[in-house]
């Protein structure tokens, strides 16, 4: 079912009869409404007609001004109110790229929306900044109360942070106050916090700080880190690489991924292959390092002992840590029959 019953271009169409040539000419460039889906400035307008870009806003308030008085405005105030509902049913603050494109994909269309958007008394724009995207509003007091919810959200989440978009959703939520329950619904939610551009979520669907590189990936070692992380034990880098190009749709070559994860310091190699995230707790160094620093934290132990502590750090078979053992320059026996640092 379309998100709206009327056909913005028609409407549109009717509501600029009453302008002038120059004038209508004027808006079909400003708005984009014409066989160009391209908006000009005001200076490029004023360039075709050799005005000034403050002519041009002249003449863009008056025709704006004009249409309002017109009988045809008047009779369009169901499209107004219908729209009116719209934005209301997705949380009366909408992102307004997000808006458009829920209406409609056809950049026109979307172009003769933003247009009747500017013509509602009821719709309010906010323009881009640092901390939000454009977006249209049509209650001031639950727009502000979102606008600080996503402030307060944001002051919670470190670089690091990934949070699943449930928990996201309920940390909002918390924040958010006095806001009425027909609105605290998952999807009007989400639709708020798309509002921000200090929070977003990755492709894998988690949510941190929108600049951070766990949200942002630039490269193919984060984007390796992120996969391993999904899948939450040691992957093979083959299969890293196979992941990434499914997921991210990025070409891994196999090569090219296994030298990025060896190069950093967020991977471990625990076996042949095998890389885990150093944050889950895994040292570095090959086997012969992990015995020494078992031994080192724990004073003599015996070999089953050893074994099972290093096994939870390397992926490798028992006997690899035995051979390992042997080496008298790092290890030696005591006379209780355990092993101890050389």
């Known amino acids: 079912m379309p998100a709206i019953t009327f056909k913005p271009k028609q409407v549109v169409k009717r509501l600029l009869s009453p302008l002038s040539p120059r004038a209508l000419d004027v808006m079909t460039k400003r708005y984009g409404l014409g066989e160009s889906v391209d908006r000009m400035t005001l200076e490029g307008i004023g360039k075709t007609y050799g005005i000034t870009r403050e002519r041009v806003r002249q003449i863009e308030n008056f025709a704006l001004g004009a249409i309002k008085k017109a009988d045809a405005f008047k009779k369009e105030g169901a499209v107004f109110e219908e729209l009116n509902k719209l934005v209301v049913s997705m949380g009366g603050v909408v992102c307004e790229e997000d808006f458009l494109m829920h209406v409609s994909k056809d950049e026109s269309t979307q172009n003769h929306l933003f247009f009747l958007l500017v013509l509602g008394d009821q719709f309010k724009r906010e323009k881009e900044d640092e901390h939000f995207r454009h977006r249209w509003i049509v209650d001031d007091k639950v727009s502000m109360k979102v606008h600080d919810a996503i402030r307060e959200l944001y002051k919670t989440l470190s670089h690091e942070d990934l949070i699943p978009e449930s928990e996201i959703v309920a940390s909002f939520l918390n924040h958010l ?95 042949r292959g095998l890389y885990a995230l150093s944050s889950w707790g895994y040292e570095k160094g090959v086997v012969k390092d992990v015995i020494a620093k078992v031994l080192k934290k724990e004073g003599a132990l015996t070999k089953k002992d050893i074994i099972d502590r290093v096994l939870k750090e390397r992926y490798v078979k028992e006997n690899t ?10 290890f030696k026996r005591t006379k209780e029959g355990k092993y101890a640092l050389a």
Not at 321 to 327: A, R
Request: proline share 2%; glycine share 6%; hydrophobic share 40%.
């Open 177 to 271: 106050k006095d806001v009425s329950e027909e609105y605290k619904n998952e999807e009007i939610t989400k639709r708020w916090l798309a509002l921000s551009k200090t929070i977003a979520k990755n492709p894998l669907g988690e949510w941190g700080v929108a600049e951070s590189h766990n949200v942002n990936a630039r490269g193919m070692r984060d984007y390796a880190y992120l996969i391993i992380r999904k899948h939450g034990s040691p992957m093979h880098f083959t299969e890293v690489a196979k992941s990434i190009t499914q997921i991210f749709g990025k070409k891994a070559h196999i090569a090219t991924c296994h030298n990025e994860l060896i190069k950093d310091e967020r991977f471990v190699l625990v076996g």
């Open 321 to 330: 840590v035995f051979v390992n053992l042997q080496d008298t320059k790092m």
